[in-house]
């Protein structure tokens, strides 16, 4: 009785597990006669590791199909027989696979009834790829595409593919299991045009499929600088942005202007300006003033750039104008002799007083001033700093 044999053995591995092996076979004419029990098994003789991969029994159907995993390579597939659980013999094969990830092949295997039992064998690994990133991503970044190492060079064949074009290798990226590709790696692949990456392992086999495109890339921000308000009770703060490159022609920016520091709720927009352009410096003030706080800006080009976030940036309120008084009354009835002595404090630079809302007058001192030759009355009293700010309370 010939017996014959049809094994398929595929390399699986997986970016996430060790390294593993899928095994593939069907069996047929595995009829048993004169053993108690024959096995089918695959092993690396290296390590000592095996897996049974059929049972066989007298009685028992004489064809198999299947497939299981196992976390080693075999170079060595045999039949094993039993007789009361006694081992008797192996009918064995070592195949040139064992060297080579991907093999095919056809051989011989002699058990020792004499029988010939014909063997293929198929290895290739069963790899997947892999990335994080979401599309669309801007063109100023890259991708990252990720696969399980530890392969043969030739496994890492990365192609892609767009608008119909046949799959194409991508040159420089061959032989490494993780790759970062940019838009300018894939040519002929431009602004939002969908392409797919692949990797061709073995002569004939593909991995999964991967799509993805890339976005405008938004304007770089150079600068930014805030203008503080003028008086600690004014919302006249202001911010002025640069950025690295003109807009191209109907390019425009979309800016949302948010309260506090990145990350913050989408939806917590503060402010929003959109269809916005540049002037000749390559920049913008915002033209709505705001109070003393933290914020941060998310821009974009268009609808579909690559989105920022500027970082936090403060502004700042002067301190608070404050002043103190004290006076000294007059020594006669009717007689200028009485004075008022004032205290300032906070602001921004040198102060002024008036009294009754007159004219304004300097300080005689840095943060403080006499006014003399009064009468007995009462006065209003007001003070301000060099931005014109004035006390509150």
């Given at each position: ?140 970044d890259t991708i990252r595409f990720t696969s399980r190492n530890g392969f043969e060079s030739h496994v890492y064949n990365w192609q892609y593919t767009y608008a119909g074009i046949g799959w194409t290798s991508i040159p420089g990226f061959q032989g490494i299991s993780t790759i970062d590709i940019g838009i300018d790696d894939l040519p002929g692949v431009g602004i939002n045009t969908a392409f797919q990456i692949r ?168 943060n403080s001033h006499t006014i003399s030759n009064l009468s007995a009355g009462n006065y209003d009293i007001r003070v301000r700093d060099a931005n014109m700010c004035t006390e509150q309370n």
């Amino acid at each position: 009785m010939n017996r014959f044999l049809t094994i398929a053995i595929l390399l699986f591995t997986t970016a996430i597990y060790a390294q593993s092996y899928r095994v593939q076979y069907s069996i047929s004419n595995f009829a048993n006669d004169s053993f108690n029990d024959e096995q089918l098994i695959v092993e690396n003789t290296n390590t000592g590791q095996e897996r049974v991969l059929v049972t066989n029994c007298a009685g028992c159907p004489s064809s198999y199909s299947g497939t299981t995993f196992v976390n080693f390579k075999p170079n060595r597939v045999f039949i094993r027989f039993l007789f009361n659980n006694t081992t008797l013999g192996n009918a064995t094969i070592n195949y040139p696979g064992s060297t080579n990830d991907c093999t095919t092949g056809n051989y011989s295997l002699n058990n020792q009834n004499g029988l010939l039992s014909p063997v293929t064998l198929n290895i290739s690994p069963n790899i997947s790829i892999g990335s994080t990133a979401t599309t669309p991503v801007s063109s100023c970044d890259t991708i990252r595409f990720t696969s399980r190492n530890g392969f043969e060079s030739h496994v890492y064949n990365w192609q892609y593919t767009y608008a119909g074009i046949g799959w194409t290798s991508i040159p420089g990226f061959q032989g490494i299991s993780t790759i970062d590709i940019g838009i300018d790696d894939l040519p002929g692949v431009g602004i939002n045009t969908a392409f797919q990456i692949r990797l061709r392992y073995c002569p004939g086999r593909f991995t999964n499929i991967l799509t993805y495109s890339f976005s405008m890339c938004s304007p770089g921000l150079v600068s930014l600088t805030p203008s503080d308000t003028s008086c600690s009770y004014n919302n006249d703060g202001n911010i002025r942005l640069v950025f690295d490159r003109a807009l191209n022609t109907g390019e425009t920016l979309s800016l949302n202007l948010f309260m506090g520091a990145p990350p913050n709720d989408p939806m917590a927009i503060l402010f929003t300006q959109t269809g916005v352009t540049l002037d000749g410096a390559n920049s913008y003030t915002w033209p709505s003033v705001l109070e003393a706080n933290t914020y941060y800006f998310r821009y974009q080009s268009n609808s579909d750039g690559s989105i920022y976030d500027s970082g936090p940036f403060t502004i700042n309120a002067p301190p608070a104008v404050t002043f103190s008084a004290t006076w000294t009354d007059v020594n006669c009835f009717g007689d200028n002799t009485g004075s008022i002595g004032i205290t300032a404090n906070g602001g921004v630079g040198n102060f002024e007083y008036r009294i009754d809302l007159g004219v304004w007058i300097p300080f005689d001192n840095s943060n403080s001033h006499t006014i003399s030759n009064l009468s007995a009355g009462n006065y209003d009293i007001r003070v301000r700093d060099a931005n014109m700010c004035t006390e509150q309370n």
